[in-house]
């Protein structure tokens, strides 16, 4: 016999004892305890839990991650809105809710929710659109958007403005 028939002969005695172990705790138990039985129901709970939990339609509850991509932690939409009104972005943007914003230098921002890109070149993220508000420039040297000297806790409220403005407007 080699070493490796030898170590194969053993693993096989092995699951024998195991097996028959087994076969034997069952066969010896009383009903009561009956082991095999208890195993299947507790399975049995188990999918009784997983379907209760499909039934009560956990998508639900679930986070619009959608919506949540443009929260703006800290951002307040109607001083956003006045500061624009202050900035005199409507002079270059239309604004919807933005009382005289009707400019065509630069596009609408209606619908800014929906766009996948800010000016072409940045992600339409919180933080990007932001950044954007605060110095144009930066990110692109060649806009007609001026550095209008908007703060960061500004551009915040801006931001939390713009992004109410759904595909619908
Ligand atoms: C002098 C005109 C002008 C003013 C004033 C101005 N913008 Fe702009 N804005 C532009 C132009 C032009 C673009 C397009 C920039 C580009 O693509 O390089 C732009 C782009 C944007 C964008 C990106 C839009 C998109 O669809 O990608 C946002 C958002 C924006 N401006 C917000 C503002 C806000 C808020 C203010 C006021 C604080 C403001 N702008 C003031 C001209 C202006």
């Given amino acids: 016999m080699t070493a490796r028939s030898i170590i194969r002969v053993s693993i096989l005695a092995g699951a024998i004892a195991a097996a028959s172990a087994l076969v034997s705790a069952w066969a010896l138990a009383s009903p009561a ?3 095999i039985g208890r195993a299947l129901g507790w399975l ?3 999918s009784d839990h997983v379907a209760a939990w499909y039934a009560s339609d956990p998508v639900a509850d679930m986070p619009d991650w959608r919506a949540m991509r443009l929260d703006v932690a800290g951002g307040d939409a109607a001083r956003g809105r006045d500061l624009m009104r202050d900035h005199g972005c409507g002079a270059c943007h239309r604004i919807p809710g933005v ?3 009707h ?5 609408s921002l209606a619908g800014l ?3 996948a890109y800010i000016a072409g070149i940045l992600t339409n993220a919180p933080g990007e659109l932001t950044r954007w508000l605060i110095d144009p420039p930066y990110f692109s040297q ?3 958007m001026p550095d209008l000297g908007v703060t960061e806790a500004e551009a915040m409220d801006m931001t939390a403005y713009l992004y109410t403005l ?3 407007e």
């Fill in 99 to 101: 009382p005289g914003a």
């Fill in 33 to 35: 305890s009956d082991p």
């Fill in 113 to 115: 929710a929906e766009r």
């Fill in 142 to 144: 060649d806009t007609a």
């Fill in 103 to 107: 400019g065509t230098v630069g596009p």
């Fill in 44 to 46: 049995g709970q188990g």
């Fill in 166 to 168: 759904g595909g619908d």
